[in-house]
């Protein structure tokens, strides 16, 4: 498939938006939730009521919102840097399979050929 059918034109600003969209979510997730945890243990040590806790509420959707977008965002980073990473291994791995397993296959390829073969010049039953 063409690459230009890949990405449509608003391919760019879409991984843009969650490039950067995203790790601001993912870090005003974890203020609002760390203010809320660190005012819970505020109260739990004698302080008061939790008054600010609800940020809890509204900080861990806006984590896991930021999460997914940096997730969105950076994927393609991601998967340049795992394919050249394991390429080489993947490489390495069928030449090593290719070059140990040549005996055992000519073996296999040898006895079908002989199986063929004796089929062949067997007379045919009616």
Known sequence: MHESRL??????SFRLAMQV?????????LLFTG???GIFFFAMSGGGAPRLFWCAFLGMPMM?????MSMLG????VQRY?????APVAKDVVN???ENTQ???????????EGFMEARDEPQRP
């Open 74 to 77: 950076y994927v393609g980073v």
């Open 82 to 86: 795992l394919a050249g990473e394991t």
């Open 7 to 12: 990405r449509p034109p608003s391919h760019s």
């Open 21 to 29: 969209d995203g790790p601001v979510l993912l870090a005003s997730g």
């Open 96 to 98: 090593y399979i290719g």
């Open 35 to 37: 203010i809320a945890i």
């Open 64 to 68: 896991f919102v930021g999460g997914v």
């Open 103 to 113: 005996r055992g296959m000519k073996a296999m390829a040898k006895a079908v050929t």
